[in-house]
């Protein structure tokens, strides 16, 4: 459905394979082609304006002058400069568990995924790391969100239980309770999820803050659809401001969107993207993977067998 | 509105006293794009503009009415407001999306309206897939006191809506309401299944469903248009709403859509009370954008 990139640099590279130089007017060109991949995948344009100006440094260098190839080569320029700024190869994606019971605190805008990502995310660490883990929903807004995280609970087998719901409780209530049986019930990990709010809704966001500085958590993970569009930079910078978050979740990644947003909220928070949402399932969860998701912004899977081919 | 937008803070200042020259168009169409209206429509926008105005010196607030004015005119012929308690009866209107998009909040609000109208209606929990979608409609339906129609997590979602409708063929209802499942519009089999629904629907009603809303995420960027394309195709959408308008983000991409497709935008959502939900106006909703109106209302 999108242009590829290649296809896009297409014609001013034919023209200049085999040249063998690029200069600053040709990078340029290319570059203005970039451009609009990037905020056609839904890179903030603070963001794309950033980056285009690193790649220019770079492109417009020996290295791209010395190169056979050099229309290719500007592409494994923006394309190691995607994953470099997602983190690079071997981004930090471990979650810190290791001081039982240990808090994760789940937060984002409405019906980003929070709730479905914690049931994945305790799935993971009950199943492979043999966590005890205990799911507490802190979500008194939205119908039924406390039993959706409760139905979740219970199709996750013995070591992944809900914590019981009460009736009239406050959130920063319900935390201190989790945290108390999760003491008492010996569980590795706690689970904080929490209603969906509006980065602007200043009761709800102060309401956020309490709850993390009740219940320090050890991870908090801001949750966010790989669909968002431009306000990816807003939302994410509004809730690092008033969160101590961890790291950062995106999900539907399994959707046709180009994911664009991954990098914007990176790009302005500087934490590392844990885990990619790939389903409804609880299986939906995939680890970070910097590559993959730089080749899907630019609307390419495999960008290294490309450059190799040519 | 407690916000000013991003393309309103972006604007101010930036034009007072300034020629609307290349480089003031140039970032005039970097504050469009930024408001996720996508490279192309900002572009027309910006052109449009500068055909009347450039070089001319042009304040912040000129340039915000002038800006509101073309958007204003792309979503003009998209606002329509219905009134589903009225037409055929009983009217099926059956709410589709991608996940977490705001279908089953948007059909609580609408319930609880048509309450008001006194209109006899009925609510069916067409997402038999997701944890506790069922609770989270029948906690709706109780709150407008209209019935609300189920079967048990797993059951067929199109066999459930068969049953919706001629209940309400045999009860004389006015109208009936369907939630469907959230659904990536990429994931053929779930698509095929929405397909299925809306064929079922056909069997007892030729003109059923009457309508097909499409409810849009306003923090969605570029992917709303492959959404309504998907939906369009798959499910026959008559009509928009676009959620989630009381948050950072100001739906910009609905400009794209109207400019790439003739559907009706009807309502908005501006937050997650059954009172947050206001009909369209192309002309609110292009001053929002903008910024225009807004630092007044604080
Ligand atoms: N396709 C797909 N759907 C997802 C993914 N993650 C979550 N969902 C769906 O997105 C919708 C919303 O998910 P929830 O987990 O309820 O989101 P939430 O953030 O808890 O929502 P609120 O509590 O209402 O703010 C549901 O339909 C989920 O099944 C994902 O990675 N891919
Ligand atoms: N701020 C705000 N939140 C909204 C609005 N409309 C819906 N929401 C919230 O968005 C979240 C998702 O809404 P749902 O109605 O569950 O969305 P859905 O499309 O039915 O989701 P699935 O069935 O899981 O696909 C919930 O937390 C709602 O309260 C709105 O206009 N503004
Ligand atoms: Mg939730
Ligand atoms: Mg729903």
Redesign the pocket.
């Given at each position: 459905m999108f242009d590829a990139l290649t296809d896009r640099l297409g014609g001013i590279f034919d023209g200049l394979t085999g040249r063998g130089a690029l200069s600053e007017k040709d990078v340029s060109a290319a570059l203005r082609e970039i451009r609009v991949a990037l905020l056609e995948a839904d890179v903030a344009l603070p963001v794309v304006k950033d980056f285009i100006a690193k790649v220019k440094e770079r492109a417009v260098g020996e290295e791209v002058i010395r190169s056979v190839k050099p229309g290719q080569q500007v592409i494994k320029i923006v394309h190691d400069g995607l994953v470099d700024l997602l983190g690079g190869e071997d981004a930090e994606t471990r979650l810190r568990v290791d001081n039982p019971p240990s808090v994760i605190m789940m937060a984002?805008?409405?019906?980003?995924?929070?709730?479905?990502?914690t049931a994945k995310i305790a799935k993971r660490l009950s199943e492979r790391d043999k966590k005890k883990v205990l799911l507490a929903s802190l979500?008194v807004r939205?119908p039924a969100?406390m039993e959706?995280l409760a139905v979740l609970a219970d199709q996750l087998g013995a070591n992944v239980t809900s914590l019981p719901i009460v009736q009239g409780q406050m959130p920063a209530e319900i935390a201190r309770r989790a945290l108390q049986a999760a003491k008492l019930g010996g569980h590795d990990v706690v689970f904080l999820?929490t209603?969906?709010r509006t980065s602007i809704d200043e009761q709800m966001m102060a309401e956020a803050a309490e709850i993390a500085k009740i219940a320090q958590p050890k991870e908090s993970l801001l949750?966010a659809d790989a669909l968002t569009g431009q306000d990816a930079v807003e939302t994410a910078r509004r809730f690092h401001e008033r969160l101590p978050l961890t790291g950062l979740v995106l999900?539907?990644?399994?959707?046709d969107g180009r994911g664009g947003a991954a990098l914007s909220m990176r790009a302005v928070t500087g934490l590392p993207i844990k885990f990619l949402?790939?389903?409804?399932k609880l299986d939906?969860l995939d680890a970070f993977d910097a590559k993959r998701v730089a080749g899907r912004i630019l609307g390419q899977g495999d960008i290294v067998s490309l450059v190799e081919r040519a | 509105s407690k916000s000013s937008s991003k393309l309103g803070t972006g604007l101010t200042g930036m034009f007072g006293g300034r020629r609307l020259d290349d480089d003031a168009l140039e970032d005039l169409e970097d504050l469009l794009i930024m408001s996720d209206m996508g490279a192309k429509v900002s572009s027309k926008i910006t052109a449009n503009l500068a055909k009347t105005r450039f070089d001319k010196d042009i304040s912040d607030d000129e340039i915000r009415i002038a800006l509101a004015s073309e958007i204003e005119a792309i979503m003009k012929p998209r606002e329509q407001v219905v009134d589903f308690a009225d037409g055929p009866r009983p009217r099926v209107v059956l709410f589709v999306g991608v996940?977490?998009s705001g279908k089953t909040t948007t059909i609580g609000k609408i319930a609880s309206k048509l309450k008001e109208q006194g209109a006899k209606a009925l609510l069916v929990a067409g997402d038999t897939f997701?944890a506790a979608a069922i609770e989270q409609l029948t906690v709706w339906g109780e709150r407008a006191g209209i019935p609300v129609l189920s079967k048990p997590t797993g059951a067929d979602a199109a066999g459930l809506v068969y049953e919706a409708i001629e209940k309400a063929q045999r009860e004389d209802l006015d109208l009936v309401l369907v939630d469907t499942?959230?659904r990536?519009q990429n994931k053929a089999e779930l698509m095929s299944e929405l397909a299925k629904i809306v064929r079922v629907t056909r069997k007892l009603d030729p003109d059923a469903p009457h309508d097909v809303i499409l409810v849009l995420d306003a923090t969605v960027g570029q992917n709303a248009l492959s959404q309504v394309e998907a939906f369009r195709h798959t499910a026959g959408v008559s009509g928009i709403v676009m959620t989630k308008l009381d948050g950072t983000a100001k739906g910009g991409v609905l400009v794209a859509v109207a400019e790439a497709h003739a559907l009706p935008i009807h309502f908005v959502g501006v937050g997650e009370k059954a009172e947050d939900l206001q009909p369209f106006s192309a002309s609110a909703y292009a001053k929002a954008l903008v910024g225009l109106g807004q630092e007044e209302t604080v």
């Open positions: 984002g805008l409405q019906g980003s995924g929070k709730t479905t990502t979500d939205r969100a959706q999820d209603a969906g949750v999900t539907r990644m399994d959707g949402g790939t389903g409804e939906g | 996940n977490g997701r499942a959230g990536l």
